[in-house]
């Protein structure tokens, strides 16, 4: 029972990497505060 606890450990610890590895996410990129208002600036002194 022991050794079929520690195989089926690691084969669904390698089944939890590669579902996190190909999972896609759909969040996105933070920006930071200040980027943000340099990015704003920036848009506003191309729109005058």
Same mark, same amino acid.
């Given at each position: 029972?022991?050794r079929? #606890? #520690?195989? &089926?450990? =690691? !084969?669904n ?6 579902? +996190?590895?190909s999972?896609? &996410?759909?969040k ?5 505060? =200040? ?5 704003a !600036? +920036?848009?506003?002194?191309?729109? &005058?």
């Open positions: 029972m022991n079929q #606890k #520690k195989i &089926n450990d =690691a !084969l610890k390698k089944m939890k990497q590669h579902n +996190a590895k999972h896609i &996410n759909n996105p990129k933070y920006i930071s505060k =200040a980027k943000r208002e340099k990015i !600036l +920036a848009e506003n002194q191309s729109q &005058n």
